[in-house]
T-cell receptor, first 112, second 114 residues
Framework: QKEVEQNSGPLSVPEGAIASLNCTYSDRGSQSFFWYRQYSGKSPELIMFIYSNGDKEDGRFTAQLNKASQYVSLLIRDSQPSDSATYLCAVNPSGGSYIPTFGRGTSLIVHP | NAGVMQNPRHLVRRRGQEARLRCSPMKGHSHVYWYRQLPEEGLKFMVYLQKENIIDESGMPKERFSAEFPKEGPSILRIQQVVRGDSAAYFC????????????FGEGSWLTVV
């Protein structure tokens, strides 16, 4: 069974700090990776996607992918209280399936 | 450019009734996914459809649940004879189906069974 694992948290960081969210996956052939943010009672919102090893930056967000270690992370710089949410990691498995598998999410709390 | 549209946003049903949830994909998207999220749990895949075809329904319970995506109109997730355990948020997502296949979610339909 193809799995996506995340620490459920909560991860608590002070305002202005860097928040680091981590995700591991079991399917070595996975090709595309996504981070979604979900506020309580709301739907998941796409933050970033990454396909290649290395870093991808978009504003305060940086996604990091290491396929050899089957590890993808999301860094949030200058964290704000409005970043407090659950962050979901999603992975498109190998084999041509277009069905993303989601981790259970990490709860992030940014305190003033 | 409208996003993924779901309705109703909130639905209350008594045990034994039927629930119908509708989803219109984003313009230009031909692939629709349904996910269920139970309280304090992650998103669980239910079914993946293209127009007039069910591509993968491996996550959908064999009984009481069905889904369709007709040639015209929205995709519909139908739950017959609802039970309290069906209470959850049901999210529809759509994608263009191209390489990479980023999916975008609708705002969800919250089903409460009383």
């Amino acid at each position: 069974q193809k799995e996506v694992e995340q620490n459920s948290g909560p991860l608590s960081v002070p305002e202005g700090a860097i928040a680091s969210l981590n995700c591991t996956y079991s399917d070595r052939g996975s090709q595309s990776f996504f981070w979604y943010r979900q506020y309580s009672g709301k739907s998941p919102e796409l933050i970033m996607f990454i396909y290649s090893n290395g870093d991808k930056e978009d504003g305060r967000f940086t996604a990091q992918l290491n396929k050899a270690s089957q590890y993808v992370s999301l860094l949030i710089r200058d964290s704000q209280p409005s970043d407090s949410a659950t962050y979901l990691c999603a992975v498109n498995p190998s084999g041509g399936s277009y069905i993303p598998t989601f981790g259970r999410g990490t709860s992030l709390i940014v305190h003033p | 450019n409208a996003g993924v549209m779901q309705n109703p946003r909130h639905l209350v049903r008594r045990r034994g009734q039927e629930a119908r949830l509708r989803c219109s994909p984003m313009k230009g998207h031909s692939h629709v996914y349904w996910y269920r999220q139970l309280p304090e749990e992650g998103l669980k895949f239910m079914v993946y459809l293209q127009k007039e075809n069910i591509i993968d329904e491996s996550g959908m319970p064999k009984e009481r649940f069905s889904a369709e995506f007709p040639k015209e109109g929205p995709s519909i997730l139908r739950i017959q004879q609802v039970v309290r355990g069906d209470s959850a948020a049901y999210f529809c997502a759509s994608s263009p189906g191209t390489d990479g296949n980023t999916i975008y979610f609708g705002e969800g339909s919250w089903l409460t069974v009383v």
